[in-house]
């Protein structure tokens, strides 16, 4: 029996990979203060540039808070209210592969994940980071007793801050064990213990999920 002969014809697949480059969300931003977020995103094909679309979205929100089809539109255009609203600055133009907006007098229901989606009709990227707004602390005080009789006490305070901050108390960068309550730390020890060549005592305060942190330091006598 004779087979006729077998033809496969190959079709070349050009895919339009998207990614993003770079996404700038930082992670803190002071109570009513500023911050700026961007993410810049490269397309392989771009024959696809039409078909581009990028979306913000904050929290576990399934709808953006801002959009932008970069071959319509100079910018990203607002979607609906939100509690971002009143706080979103978006310029009038936006570079070709990068979106950029400011968020001012930030308040503290701005923290949460920033997510920021580009997308063309077959595929997509997404990318996350979290902001966390910072109320610093009313008061923020050391104090630091010594005795005639070779003890030191020293009572850290942080009152205010929210988030809560981490509060350590240290002696020449060595920290010191002490008791804790809702206001902050207490420590007593002698001066032998913290040692002889130690002139000071710090209390540090630092902000989970931030490189935002605050120290205050206060020096001891030489015994």
């Given at each position: 029996?004779?087979?006729p002969?077998?033809?496969?014809?190959?079709?070349?697949?050009?895919?339009?990979?998207?990614?993003?480059?770079?996404?700038?969300?930082?992670?803190?931003?002071?109570?009513g203060?500023?911050v700026?977020?961007?993410?810049?995103?490269?397309?392989?094909?771009?024959?696809?540039?039409?078909?581009?679309?990028?979306?913000?979205?904050?929290?576990?929100?399934?709808?953006?808070?801002?959009?932008?089809?970069?071959?319509?539109?100079?910018?990203?255009?607002?979607?609906?209210?939100t509690?971002?609203?009143?706080?979103?600055?978006?310029?009038?133009?936006?570079?070709?592969?990068?979106?950029?907006?400011?968020?001012?007098?930030?308040?503290?229901?701005?923290?949460?994940l920033?997510t920021?989606?580009?997308?063309?009709?077959?595929?997509?990227?997404?990318?996350?980071?979290?902001l966390?707004?910072?109320?610093?602390?009313?008061?923020?005080?050391?104090?630091?007793?010594?005795?005639?009789?070779?003890?030191?006490?020293?009572?850290?305070?942080?009152?205010?801050?929210?988030?809560?901050?981490?509060?350590?108390?240290?002696?020449?960068?060595?920290?010191?064990?002490?008791?804790?309550?809702?206001?902050g730390?207490?420590?007593?020890?002698?001066?032998?213990?913290?040692?002889?060549?130690?002139?000071?005592?710090?209390?540090?305060?630092?902000?989970?999920?931030?490189?935002?942190?605050?120290?205050?330091?206060?020096?001891?006598?030489?015994?």
């Open positions: 029996m004779h087979l002969p077998l033809f496969i014809l190959w079709f070349p697949v050009i895919a339009s990979c998207v990614e993003i480059r770079d996404l700038g969300v930082p992670s803190w931003g002071l109570e203060g500023e700026e977020l961007s993410c810049c995103f490269s397309l392989e094909e771009k024959s696809h540039y039409p078909e581009l679309d990028v979306k913000w979205y904050h929290g576990s929100s399934p709808s953006p808070f801002l959009v932008w089809l970069p071959h319509l539109q100079e910018t990203m255009q607002v979607v609906g209210e509690r971002l609203t009143s706080h979103l600055e978006v310029p009038t133009s936006q570079e070709q592969t990068c979106s950029s907006f400011r968020l001012s007098n930030l308040s503290l229901p701005l923290s949460g920033f920021c989606k580009v997308a063309t009709f077959t595929q997509e990227a997404v990318a996350s980071r979290r966390t707004v910072v109320r610093k602390p009313r008061n923020f005080l050391l104090e630091v007793e010594e005795t005639s009789g070779g003890l030191v006490a020293a009572v850290c305070r942080a009152e205010g801050g929210l988030p809560a901050p981490r509060v350590g108390l240290a002696a020449c960068g060595r920290p010191l064990k002490a008791l804790r309550d809702r206001r730390l207490e420590a007593r020890l002698s001066r032998r213990s913290i040692g002889n060549l130690c002139s000071s005592v710090a209390c540090t305060l630092a902000w989970k999920g931030t490189n935002l942190s605050a120290s205050i330091e206060r020096p001891l006598s030489q015994p």
